[in-house]
């Protein structure tokens, strides 16, 4: 038997490739750690909740109001199981500001990105984040978003990646406005004869609280009796710790309401818009459109002895819902510490010269943003009007189309040419020159529809959104549009009719990227972007029921080139039943609940598991070869590279099989001469 004697442990090959496994193997698990999976479980259903200390009922998630936040770095992958635990209703969910490159079919738009999921199943979105920024998720089916289904989705930068703005520490508002009748009673109203309008909301809420006819002053002031907190509608307290700069995520997602937020005593610094960053400027108060957000900085630099009231209020429409308020609450002083001070007043909800002097200050940060190319290759008017469908049903029209959507999801149906599913006839790409917009329409009537407007890969899109007189006179309404897919360049805003005049008034310097943007009353908007993602998305106004009643455009953008869409987002209408789609069951995702697998442990493991064995491996080869009488002190790979015997003057590590050599192909004075083996 082979006895060893001076042989090292390990031999160099083996060492060598090992050093080599664990450099590959920790640059695999690095690249791994910088991108994660951020796995969500999602159960959706209504819920008895006391949003504004009035028991209603809201669609919750995993039995929470609002939705659980969601958090994710730059090139992290989310997955979402979203499990529909409605009886009777079906749902989706659209990340708002998640511009899905590669997967438009988890955008979350019922009809347009997927199909409802039905009660009682599931469906998982997976995609990527590639943007940092404040974002949200919210229902995109119906009017499920004002039922309370939506929550914050905030992207940060790779890790060890720093923001080109300080601060300390960070707070997260969502804010949001609520209604006591439900979205049924809502939604049957918006399409009764006459229509029935839903009204102002009861309550502003803040991260899903608010306090019905009882603000937090009222409480202080007066402790009235009717002002009951439960724990659900407690008042939102910020508590901060004097001489720090906070960064304010501040994310909308009302159905209906234009708000305005300020900080009494504190000016803020406007540094993020929409998940994009924008020069930075300093203001006293915000305003913020639904599907809006803003990052502010704010430094808590005023007398320490004090707490400070924050104000959000309506705007844009007469108001007629009270002001949320919340504690500004300086540590260590008590919460229930009265300001001195008043809170905030929100600026008169109709002066828009304010309102438009806010908007024009939102503009590119020089660092950080794209400019827009300077010519646009196609452009669409698209005149914003509200009419009447048989002189009866209230609706608003795009160039006097008031979409309804079918029931094939556009993705689908564009995709294997579907034609039967929706109008083939493109909708109009602008409307009358003379058309007065200073007047309700002289023909109120209009029609639904369902055409899309085309886009070829790369095409530079201008919209522009012309807002006109609604059907009162003179009645003009703020409409806040949302296009998903894509950021766009805001090239301006305007009173009037756009006409070639304004061109020069565009701005092409540095333009503010966005996904949402308002028009006036009676003013223009223009904006640009370049159809480069392939997909169908929808622009629409993001007010619910304005949505509800036809208020959007569907863009449709080199399907051709969209690939992999999971069967199971188009198992309903046309592509349910065609034959290039096979409805098999969807593969449940790795992981059931919990916010975040920590992918890079299985990464060490599954690195630990391959090197343990290739080095046992060695090891194994190394004593059977030592076993069977081999030397090891002069190896080569030259068998396994193809090389001749003549190529090597060494005996090869290769030749384990010694009985099989001939005289000629061994070289036993070699063998012989080694001292390190001792015949047995
Ligand atoms: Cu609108």
């Given at each position: 038997?082979?006895?060893?004697?001076?042989?090292?442990?390990?031999?160099?090959?083996?060492?060598?490739?090992?050093?080599?496994?664990?450099?590959?193997?920790?640059?695999?698990?690095?690249?791994?750690?910088?991108?994660?999976?951020?796995?969500?479980?999602?159960?959706?259903?209504?819920?008895?909740?006391?949003?504004?200390?009035?028991?209603?009922?809201?669609?919750?998630?995993?039995?929470?109001?609002?939705?659980?936040?969601?958090?994710?770095?730059?090139?992290?992958?989310?997955?979402?199981?979203?499990?529909?635990?409605?009886?009777?209703?079906?749902?989706?969910?659209?990340?708002?500001?998640?511009?899905?490159?590669?997967?438009?079919?988890?955008?979350?738009?019922?009809?347009?990105?997927?199909?409802?999921?039905?009660?009682?199943?599931?469906?998982?979105?997976?995609?990527?984040?590639?943007?940092?920024?404040?974002?949200?998720?919210?229902?995109?089916?119906?009017?499920?978003?004002?039922?309370?289904?939506?929550?914050?989705?905030?992207?940060?930068?790779?890790?060890?990646?720093?923001?080109?703005?300080?601060?300390?520490?960070?707070?997260?508002?969502?804010?949001?406005?609520?209604?006591?009748?439900?979205?049924?009673?809502?939604?049957?109203?918006?399409?009764?004869?006459?229509?029935?309008?839903?009204?102002?909301?009861?309550?502003?809420?803040?991260?899903?609280?608010?306090?019905?006819?009882?603000?937090?002053?009222?409480?202080?002031?007066?402790?009235?009796?009717?002002?009951?907190?439960?724990?659900?509608?407690?008042?939102?307290?910020?508590?901060?710790?004097?001489?720090?700069?906070?960064?304010?995520?501040?994310?909308?997602?009302?159905?209906?309401?234009?708000?305005?937020?300020?900080?009494?005593?504190?000016?803020?610094?406007?540094?993020?818009?929409?998940?994009?960053?924008?020069?930075?400027?300093?203001?006293?108060?915000?305003?913020?459109?639904?599907?809006?957000?803003?990052?502010?900085?704010?430094?808590?630099?005023?007398?320490?002895?004090?707490?400070?009231?924050?104000?959000?209020?309506?705007?844009?429409?007469?108001?007629?819902?009270?002001?949320?308020?919340?504690?500004?609450?300086?540590?260590?002083?008590?919460?229930?510490?009265?300001?001195?001070?008043?809170?905030?007043?929100?600026?008169?909800?109709?002066?828009?010269?304010?309102?438009?002097?806010?908007?024009?200050?939102?503009?590119?940060?020089?660092?950080?943003?794209?400019?827009?190319?300077?010519?646009?290759?196609?452009?669409?008017?698209?005149?914003?009007?509200?009419?009447?469908?048989?002189?009866?049903?209230?609706?608003?029209?795009?160039?006097?189309?008031?979409?309804?959507?079918?029931?094939?999801?556009?993705?689908?149906?564009?995709?294997?040419?579907?034609?039967?599913?929706?109008?083939?006839?493109?909708?109009?790409?602008?409307?009358?020159?003379?058309?007065?917009?200073?007047?309700?329409?002289?023909?109120?009537?209009?029609?639904?529809?369902?055409?899309?407007?085309?886009?070829?890969?790369?095409?530079?899109?201008?919209?522009?959104?012309?807002?006109?007189?609604?059907?009162?006179?003179?009645?003009?309404?703020?409409?806040?549009?949302?296009?998903?897919?894509?950021?766009?360049?805001?090239?301006?805003?305007?009173?009037?009719?756009?006409?070639?005049?304004?061109?020069?008034?565009?701005?092409?310097?540095?333009?503010?990227?966005?996904?949402?943007?308002?028009?006036?009353?009676?003013?223009?908007?223009?904006?640009?972007?370049?159809?480069?993602?392939?997909?169908?998305?929808?622009?629409?106004?993001?007010?619910?029921?304005?949505?509800?009643?036809?208020?959007?455009?569907?863009?449709?953008?080199?399907?051709?080139?969209?690939?992999?869409?999971?069967?199971?987002?188009?198992?309903?209408?046309?592509?349910?039943?065609?034959?290039?789609?096979?409805?098999?069951?969807?593969?449940?995702?790795?992981?059931?609940?919990?916010?975040?697998?920590?992918?890079?442990?299985?990464?060490?493991?599954?690195?630990?598991?391959?090197?343990?064995?290739?080095?046992?491996?060695?090891?194994?080869?190394?004593?059977?070869?030592?076993?069977?009488?081999?030397?090891?002190?002069?190896?080569?790979?030259?068998?396994?590279?193809?090389?001749?015997?003549?190529?090597?003057?060494q005996i090869e590590f290769s030749d384990l099989s010694r009985s099989n050599l001939t005289q000629e192909e061994s070289n036993p004075t070699q063998e012989e001469s080694n001292p390190i083996l001792e015949e047995p």
């Amino acid at each position: 038997m082979a006895k060893v004697a001076n042989q090292p442990l390990f031999p160099l090959p083996f060492l060598v490739f090992f050093v080599l496994s664990i450099i590959f193997g920790f640059g695999i698990t690095l690249s791994k750690a910088v991108s994660q999976t951020r796995y969500y479980k999602f159960e959706v259903d209504y819920m008895f909740w006391s949003p504004d200390c009035v028991e209603n009922i809201v669609l919750g998630i995993n039995g929470t109001f609002p939705g659980p936040p969601i958090r994710a770095n730059v090139n992290d992958t989310v997955v979402v199981e979203v499990i529909n635990n409605l009886s009777t209703e079906g749902v989706v969910i659209h990340w708002h500001g998640i511009l899905q490159r590669g997967t438009p079919w988890a955008d979350g738009t019922a009809s347009i990105s997927q199909c409802p999921i039905n009660p009682g199943e599931n469906f998982t979105y997976e995609f990527k984040v590639d943007k940092p920024g404040t974002y949200f998720y919210h229902g995109h089916f119906g009017m499920q978003r004002a039922a309370g289904l939506y929550g914050s989705l905030i992207v940060d930068l790779e890790e060890g990646k720093k923001e080109p703005f300080q601060y300390d520490e960070e707070i997260n508002l969502l804010l949001s406005d609520w209604w006591h009748t439900s979205i049924q009673e809502q939604e049957v109203g918006l399409k009764s004869n006459p229509m029935r309008w839903i009204g102002e909301p009861q309550t502003i809420l803040i991260n899903g609280t608010g306090q019905f006819n009882c603000t937090s002053l009222d409480k202080y002031n007066t402790s009235s009796e009717h002002c009951e907190w439960k724990d659900q509608c407690a008042p939102f307290v910020l508590k901060v710790e004097p001489n720090k700069t906070y960064r304010i995520r501040i994310a909308s997602t009302t159905s209906l309401s234009a708000l305005n937020f300020g900080i009494a005593n504190h000016t803020m610094l406007v540094v993020e818009a929409d998940g994009n960053y924008v020069d930075p400027f300093e203001t006293s108060d915000i305003d913020i459109y639904s599907g809006e957000s803003y990052s502010v900085l704010v430094t808590t630099n005023q007398a320490t002895t004090q707490n400070y009231w924050a104000s959000i209020g309506v705007r844009g429409r007469k108001p007629k819902t009270s002001p949320a308020l919340l504690l500004f609450n300086y540590l260590p002083n008590s919460v229930a510490k009265l300001p001195i001070s008043p809170p905030p007043e929100t600026p008169k909800w109709d002066d828009y010269d304010r309102s438009k002097s806010f908007t024009n200050r939102v503009l590119a940060s020089a660092m950080n943003t794209t400019k827009p190319p300077p010519i646009f290759t196609r452009r669409i008017s698209l005149l914003n009007t509200q009419n009447r469908i048989n002189g009866k049903f209230t609706k608003w029209a795009i160039n006097n189309i008031s979409l309804t959507l079918p029931s094939t999801p556009y993705l689908g149906a564009i995709k294997f040419g579907l034609n039967s599913t929706f109008n083939q006839t493109p909708p109009p790409e602008t409307f009358p020159k003379n058309y007065n917009i200073k007047i309700p329409p002289p023909n109120p009537n209009t029609n639904t529809g369902n055409g899309v407007y085309r886009f070829r890969s790369g095409e530079i899109v201008d919209v522009i959104l012309q807002n006109a007189n609604a059907l009162t006179n003179n009645t003009s309404e703020i409409h806040p549009w949302h296009l998903h897919g894509h950021d766009f360049w805001v090239l301006g805003f305007g009173e009037g009719k756009f006409s070639t005049a304004d061109e020069t008034k565009l701005n092409l310097q540095n333009p503010p990227l966005k996904n949402t943007v308002v028009i006036f009353p009676f003013g223009w908007t223009a904006i640009r972007f370049v159809a480069d993602n392939p997909g169908v998305w929808i622009f629409h106004c993001h007010i619910e029921p304005h949505l509800d009643m036809g208020m959007g455009v569907i863009f449709a953008e080199a399907v051709e080139r969209v690939r992999e869409i999971p069967p199971y987002a188009l198992a309903c209408g046309r592509t349910a039943t065609h034959n290039v789609v096979p409805i098999i069951p969807q593969p449940k995702p790795p992981r059931g609940p919990g916010p975040v697998i920590p992918y890079f442990m299985l990464w060490v493991i599954g690195l630990v598991i391959i090197v343990c064995g290739i080095g046992l491996f060695g090891v194994c080869l190394y004593r059977i070869g030592l076993r069977r009488g081999y030397t090891f002190n002069n190896l080569s790979w030259r068998p396994y590279l193809g090389l001749s015997d003549s190529q090597s003057n060494q005996i090869e590590f290769s030749d384990l099989s010694r009985s099989n050599l001939t005289q000629e192909e061994s070289n036993p004075t070699q063998e012989e001469s080694n001292p390190i083996l001792e015949e047995p």
